[in-house]
Structures are given as structure tokens and as C-alpha cells.
């Protein structure tokens, strides 16, 4: 141990340890004067390094397998590699092991949020006042002496989101960015899917960040990295505990529209200009998937690449594919080494199959230039999806808060591959002044069960999902596409109980080759999904049983009251009126 002593109940001492020199709880001080903490995993041997940085509120002393034992448990059981090479001490939440990356000549930097860990303040997630605390560690790693001014953010989902805040201000010597499972929109990505008020942020807060909160002290867990309280040398009551941090889950809620209060927590693509790699994940539905697809078409960055996978939200990160990945990207950029990266290609896709199968294969542009866009014509009379529109006028009638209607294709003549975006033109009349839509994308084998994959977090995750809350419906002009449709969300648009609108739902992206045999189902819904097989279990950092959604439920009853989304939804079919699921075909390369 370099200095010992302690000043105003921080640690601020350098140790030698496991290969690497550690400063903990080095002060940041902000351009408000809160000062945060951090700590700087480096080289022993001194020189100038690149800096690989994160920013969040999961509590930088906190090991992975403390915090989440049951994540933990699973990704070493069933990636060995993670652990190997390693003593794990230092092992975090969704941030890079400094382990794996100091040996190489990375520094790596971790600060805990405001509020959050040993970090004093006020808790208020993506807020702008997050956002420019991101640019100033970004600017305080560049003034290092141990810094060769080349910062790199990587992470996942907090670590990951904040990237594309932040990306957006353009702090001078931010040089790279590995956008890993993060969403973009506040919104449309995480809060209001399709307009609908979605449970999973507030279960969330009170799971993985009041738990962690400063001010915790002796009340919240000891770090077994170095033996010390995780939330801070004090220990506060709830009272004060609960002034140091906004009612989260309210403030969502009392904004129904994608106002300022969303996007000022959300990301400004066109600003973006840092060379990113945004890597996503299949099973992503309702949270991280369709951030990282939009980030990367929208992005103004010249130099971008996208990366998508399967397996669970927290693993390949860890895994020797990850981190090789990582540090491909970060080679080139921060060290300028020549690690293969400019020969990259702009799209390195795992092709899905059944049986959690994946097929790496490389592609130039998204969607795919070669995407046969095919429409599939919802029949009401026998519930099939048939390339052909009904011809005489019928209807279909499903209670608004039940199970729906579920159509489906004839068992499919060859193997059929859909990566893309998909979306869902519907005719649609409520008994009441609105309706909620959900659509699956679902795949059923031959013998007539679902075929459903491991998905983020659920181990029951259908192909593909989307949401409409018909007063939502009024479309962006400008940023909508054919395959895309582009919600404003920024006015209600109440139905008139018994008269038709059009609604135009979009699909989140998905990939999956569909066997011969093997049939293609939209289901057509009041509520979310349920998978009709077994539990999925639980995690321990999540409160609800994982039924088919995970935690991404839309079950507020006050967002959802019965006497508005109660009554009946009927499906018009008829000319001029044909509903159909727009699906993106991928035939082989040539």
C-alpha cells in the first residue's frame, strides 16, 4: 500500500495488487462541485495509456457475484471462459474486468453516478446533469498523467445508453465508443412502448439502484475487493435517503408523450460523430435491440459498426468472443494498432436458428439491400396469413384486454430467413375511445408448439414483438419507412367508439432462419405475450416471474384503466381495407 490514509471517510489510497495498480476513490470534482468517485485500474509499469471508462450506478465496489448471484452462477456454468484468466475480484456489473484488459496496456477507469456507490448527489438517471458529468470524466481520464488522451466508453445497457448521450456532445478526446445491449430512445426503447406505460424502470430502481444508493453506509453490502462499504462511509435514514434521488417510476409516468422530459434523456443521433460499435442482441425485444439498430442507421458517425448476437443480456460481454471483439475495435482506435479492424465489415450478424443455433455472417448496410420485403395478408375468415387480401368485406372480434387472435401461415415449402425490421398494417374499431395492440411474431414447429428462443433475459422469448396504443397513432412523415413506421407519440388521438382507423405497428428487429415445415404465426393481442409452456424462472436483481416478456410487462392499471381498454377490438378486412404483416425475406447471397 502506496498512501493509507483516509480523508473525509473516502479510502483515496493507491495499492499494488493482481498485476495492476489501483487508485480507489480518486475524487472527480464536477462543474457543479459535487465531486465524484472513481477508481483507476493501470499499468504497473508507468507510461501513458489508453483509457477504457465507465459511468453508472451499479457501485464500482460491488462484485458481479455479490450483486447478482443468480447471473453470475449461470454465465460461468455455461461460459467457462469468463472466469478463466482471472481472479474475479474485481469482476463488475456490466464493465469491463480490468483484469482482461490492464495486462494489455489499457488504464480502466470506473466512476460510480451521482448518488449512487461512494458517489455523493443526487440520483436522477440520463438526466442532462448525468450526461455532462459522462463529458467531464471523459475530459478529467484525458488530463492524466497515466492517460494518452484517447478515451474509450464501453459497457453494457446503463454503461452502453450513457455512450450515445454523451457521444452527442462531443467531448474533445472521447475516441471511441462500444455501445453494448444500450437503448437510445427514453421513450420509445425503454418507457412507452408504442405509447404504453412499461413497469420494468421502476421495478428496476428499487431492485439495482436503491439498493446501491450513497448514503447506504453500513447498511448496504461491504466490498470484497478491498473490504470497505459499497454506498459510502455514512449511513443516512430512508428519509434522507429518499431526498437524494428522484421518484423515478412517477416522473415516468407523468409523462404519457415523448416530450421534453424524454428527450432530454435521449439520444441526439444526428451529433454523433465518434467512430461506434453498437452490438445487440436478437432477444433484446422491449428494451436494448432496437436502440442499438436505430443508433447504428442513425448515427452520424462516418466510421460505425453493428454487431448483433444471441444468449443473455449480461454474457458475451465476458466471453472470450466479446472481449476479442472489443478489443479488435479499440486496438485500432486507441492504440492504433493494427488489429484487422479496418477490414471490418460494417455488419457482423450471428444468423438465429432453432435450437439457439448462430451462424456468423458479414453484411454491408441495414436492412439488408437484398431484403425481399413480403407481405402477408391477414385472412379473418379462417385466421391465416395468406398472400392474398380478403376480397369480401369480414370482421373479427377479440376482447380488448384478452389473448387475441393468432393467424397463421401453411407449413412453410423451404427454409425461409427474415432479418430485418417487420411491421403490421391493421384496420381497427374499439367499443371505447381506445385500444392497446400487441403483436407477436411467432414461429410454430410441425407439430404445432411454439418455437421460442433464449432471449435478453427471458429463456421464452418469441421471434418478435410490437406495440400500438391506437390514440397514438399519428405517424412522423420524415423519419418513418416502408418497413418502419415512426410514431410522433406527441399527441392523443382519442377513436371515436365503432369508427376504423388505419394503424401502422412497428415490429422490432429480429433474425431467424424458419425451417421447411415449420409455420410463421402473428398473434394479435390485448396484453402482453405469455409463453404457454413452463416458468422461466427468476433472477435475483428482478422482482417478477419470467413468463415470455421477462420483466417488460404493461400491466399498470392506472396507465391502463378497464373502462378505456376493457371493451371490445375489432379487425376490419374488405377493400381498402387489407391488413397484412410486412416481413423481411433474405434470400441467399449470390
Not at 475480484?89 to 489499457?106: A, L
Not at 451521482?114 to 440520483?123: E, N
Request: hydrophobic share 35%; charged share 20%; proline share 8%.
Amino acid at each position: 500500500m502506496l498512501d493509507t490514509q483516509l480523508k473525509s471517510g473516502f479510502r483515496e489510497t493507491t495499492t499494488v495488487q493482481d498485476g495492476m495498480v489501483i487508485d480507489w476513490d480518486l475524487p472527480i470534482t464536477m462543474d457543479d462541485g459535487v465531486v465524484l468517485r472513481a477508481d483507476v485500474f493501470r499499468p504497473v509499469a508507468p507510461g501513458r495509456y489508453p483509457v477504457i471508462a465507465s459511468y453508472g450506478p451499479y457501485a464500482k465496489w460491488l462484485a458481479f457475484q455479490d450483486g447478482y448471484p443468480t447471473a453470475w452462477e449461470i454465465m460461468v456454468r455455461e461460459h467457462p471462459d469468463v472466469a478463466a484468466g482471472s481472479t474475479n475480484k474485481y469482476q463488475s456489473w456490466e464493465v469491463v474486468d480490468p483484469e482482461k484488459w490492464v495486462p494489455e496496456g489499457y488504464v480502466v477507469l470506473r466512476v460510480d453516478s451521482r448518488g449512487a456507490g461512494r458517489s455523493p448527489g443526487f440520483i436522477d438517471h440520463f438526466s442532462p446533469r448525468e450526461t455532462q458529468d459522462l463529458y467531464n470524466v471523459v475530459e478529467w481520464a484525458a488530463a492524466q498523467p497515466w492517460s494518452n488522451e484517447k478515451i474509450g466508453l464501453a459497457g453494457i445497457s446503463y454503461y452502453a445508453i450513457n455512450q450515445w448521450q454523451v457521444a452527442a456532445l462531443q467531448p474533445p478526446h472521447l475516441t471511441a465508443i462500444c455501445i453494448w445491449e444500450g437503448a437510445g430512445d427514453w421513450y420509445r426503447d425503454k418507457n412507452h412502448h408504442g405509447g404504453i406505460l412499461c413497469s420494468f424502470q421502476t421495478n428496476w430502481y428499487d431492485m439495482q439502484v436503491r439498493t446501491v444508493q450513497h448514503g447506504l453506509g453500513t447498511r448496504g453490502p461491504t466490498s470484497r475487493m478491498n473490504g470497505e462499504l459499497v454506498c459510502g462511509p455514512e449511513t443516512l435514514s430512508d428519509q434522507e435517503l429518499a431526498r437524494q434521488r428522484c421518484t423515478f417510476g412517477e416522473d415516468i409516468a407523468a409523462h404519457p408523450l415523448d416530450d421534453a422530459y424524454h428527450r432530454a434523456r435521449s439520444a441526439d443521433w444526428d451529433k454523433i460523430k465518434v467512430p461506434l460499435l453498437s452490438c445487440g442482441n436478437w432477444g433484446g425485444n422491449s428494451l436494448h435491440i432496437h436502440g442499438n439498430i436505430e443508433g447504428f442507421v442513425r448515427a452520424g458517425s462516418q466510421q460505425k459498426w453493428l454487431e448483433m448476437h444471441g444468449d443473455r443480456h449480461w454474457t458475451l460481454f465476458y466471453t472470450d468472443y466479446g472481449v476479442q471483439l472489443q478489443k479488435r475495435f479499440f486496438g485500432h482506435f486507441l492504440k492504433g494498432e493494427d488489429t484487422g479492424w479496418s477490414k471490418q465489415p460494417p455488419l457482423q450478424l450471428q444468423i438465429r436458428h432453432p435450437g439457439e443455433k448462430f451462424i456468423e455472417r458479414h453484411e454491408n448496410e441495414w436492412p439488408l439491400a437484398r431484403t425481399q420485403w413480403t407481405k402477408l395478408y391477414l385472412n379473418l375468415a379462417d385466421t391465416a396469413l395468406a398472400p392474398v387480401a380478403d376480397a369480401v368485406p369480414k370482421t373479427a372480434r377479440f376482447a380488448a384486454l384478452g389473448d387475441g387472435l393468432t393467424f397463421l401461415t401453411p407449413p412453410l415449402e423451404h427454409d425461409i430467413e427474415l432479418t430485418g425490421p417487420s411491421m403490421a398494417r391493421l384496420f381497427v374499431s374499439s367499443t371505447t375511445a381506445d385500444a392497446d395492440l400487441f403483436l407477436v411474431l411467432q414461429v410454430f414447429a410441425p407439430d404445432g408448439s411454439e418455437v421460442v428462443f433464449h432471449g435478453a433475459l427471458d429463456p421464452h422469448t418469441p421471434v418478435a414483438q410490437g406495440w400500438l396504443r391506437a390514440s397514438h397513432r399519428k405517424l412522423d412523415p420524415i423519419v418513418s419507412t416502408p418497413y418502419r413506421p415512426y410514431h410522433t407519440h406527441d399527441e392523443k388521438q382519442p377513436l371515436v367508439p365503432g369508427e376504423v382507423v388505419q394503424l401502422d405497428i412497428e415490429i422490432w428487429p429480429t433474425c431467424i432462419v424458419i425451417p421447411a415445415g415449420y409455420r410463421i404465426g402473428l398473434s394479435v393481442r390485448g396484453k402482453d405475450y405469455v409463453y404457454k409452456g413452463e416458468s422461466g424462472g427468476r433472477l435475483s436483481n428482478m422482482k417478477n416471474e419470467f413468463t415470455g416478456c421477462g420483466p417488460f410487462l404493461h400491466d399498470d392499471p392506472v396507465d391502463r384503466p378497464i373502462e378505456i381498454y376493457g371493451g371490445t377490438t375489432t379487425i376490419h378486412a374488405g377493400p381498402g381495407q387489407e391488413n397484412f404483416l410486412l416481413l423481411p425475406v433474405i434470400p441467399p447471397k449470390p
